[in-house]
């Protein structure tokens, strides 16, 4: 909390120097001071302090770029550079963003702004900002060599444009794209209606997919893989690091997801049904909407989903892809379920004495285990509920839905206390059979 009053405090002594700037009209040709975030935390929504009034989003493990208003216009400096990013307690990334996070911070304006986007390069290499999914002249649209030069290192860039349509967008660089990527390097681009009444709702989250690939014990991700990533990540952030998003029963919350990873992700939620509202290419008609539990977010792409939030509890929100809800681990890992290795095991500790043999039953084992592993390195299934360790990784989340709670309330409220009588429970009657396990000594197989 004390980060963010410092991130709200920071905001407005910003706005406060460019207010007594604003008369110096050399002051107001300079740059604008680019606003700066070294923490992970979820920032709550900004309101705007300018312009057109709207309702904030919420950046899940980000935060809202603040803006300086220079005659109608709005100002935004965002400053490429290479950043720590602490991908959820104990692991840290050596990783390319803006502003000092990745991602970089969510810009929020309104249908009919016009923007100016000062983009300073502090990156070892050229970089360049393509605004995806705007309608804007062909020069603003930010693909090195194609509408404009590169940006060398060290040089700022000036991006201005009308926003001609409202909806859920997103930035990355369209300069040495593969590697600018898969350094961390994009943000989200929230366009609000006109009409604050218009698609509004109580809660409105958003959060980008993204992939890196950090071999145990390393800081900085391996650039060049094509498809075997190991952190699965929504805003730069894995499970158990990945904040929940926090509503009130009865609210009508938005989720906006955006994939820049390099393959599909179908987000699956529990406990509600919702409908997709909106896409980077605009918003859906009403009448065009249907009922689905799962969305699958294509590469490049962004779905906005909306419900009301009913039921409360502690829902899981997660990539629905098993691979994509574990941390870092090894696909070379051979599959032992049914095998008993009692015997190679013996064998084996007479040359390696601390050898352990696993998964002969699965590998839930692993969520409560507690192995020696290389500094800066996570578990590949972790994280606790209130009823023991919940085995995921990676893309997974929580939307925790509570009664009676403030509508600017978005803390973490702890976990859920069940009604009695409504969580499930052991069976104490009779049983007989021990657990059925595949029986290799017969030709009958499974049984
Ligand atoms: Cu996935």
Redesign the pocket.
């Known amino acids: 909390m004390v980060s963010r009053r410092n991130f709200i405090g920071r905001a407005s002594a910003v706005t406060a120097t460019v207010s007594a700037a604003a008369v110096s009209k050399v002051a107001m040709a300079a740059l604008p001071e680019p606003v700066i975030q070294t923490r992970p935390d979820t920032m709550p929504p900004l309101p705007p302090d300018s312009g057109r009034p709207y309702n904030p989003v919420v950046t899940l493990n980000g935060w809202t770029c603040p803006w300086r208003m220079n005659n109608g216009v709005k100002e935004f400096h965002l400053v490429a550079e290479p950043v720590v990013r602490e991908m959820t307690p104990g692991f840290k990334a050596h990783l390319w963003g803006y502003n000092g996070q990745s991602p970089g911070p969510t810009i929020e304006v309104v249908e009919g702004d016009r923007v100016r986007l000062f983009v300073t390069n502090k990156l070892p290499e050229v970089h360049s900002v393509h605004w995806h999914g705007q309608r804007l002249p062909n020069g603003m649209d930010g693909v090195t060599g194609l509408t404009q030069p590169a940006i060398p290192p060290g040089k700022t860039f000036v991006y201005e444009f009308a926003l001609k349509n409202s909806g859920t967008f997103m930035y990355h660089p369209h300069a040495d794209e593969m590697v600018q990527m898969a350094m961390g390097m994009m943000g989200s681009f929230i366009v609000h209606p006109r009409d604050p009444q218009l698609h509004r709702v109580d809660r409105d989250f958003v959060f980008l997919?993204n992939a890196f690939d950090i071999r145990p014990g390393g800081y900085v991700p391996q650039v060049n893989t094509m498809l075997d990533f190991n952190l699965?990540a929504w805003n730069s952030r894995v499970f158990p690091g990945i904040d929940p998003l926090v509503v009130r029963k009865g609210d009508r919350v938005r989720v906006r997801v955006g994939n820049l990873?390099m393959?599909?992700?179908?987000?699956h939620m529990h406990g509600a049904d919702f409908a997709v509202s909106c896409t980077d290419g605009g918003w859906v008609p009403e009448s065009a909407r249907w009922p689905e539990v799962s969305i699958d977010i294509p590469v490049g792409a962004m779905r906005a989903f909306e419900f009301v939030a009913g039921e409360p509890g502690d829902w899981a929100i997660h990539?629905?892809?098993s691979?994509?809800t574990m941390n870092a681990m090894g696909h070379e890992v051979k599959t032992f379920i049914g095998v008993d290795k009692k015997d190679v095991a013996k064998t084996i500790r007479k040359l390696v004495p601390d050898y352990m043999p696993m998964g002969s039953a699965g590998m839930a084992d692993m969520g409560s285990m507690e192995m020696p592993m290389p500094d800066n390195t996570l578990p590949m299934m972790t994280g606790f509920g209130q009823f023991g360790p919940i085995e995921m990784g990676?893309?997974f989340t929580l939307m925790k839905v509570r009664e009676g709670m403030a509508a600017d309330d978005f803390n973490d409220p702890g976990p859920y206390k069940h009604p009695a009588g409504t969580v499930a429970y052991e069976f104490r009657g009779a049983t007989d059979d021990p657990p059925r396990r595949f029986d290799n000594s017969s030709t009958g197989g499974s049984r």
């Open positions: 997919l699965w990873t393959t599909n992700h179908p987000i990539c629905h892809k691979h994509h990676g893309m």
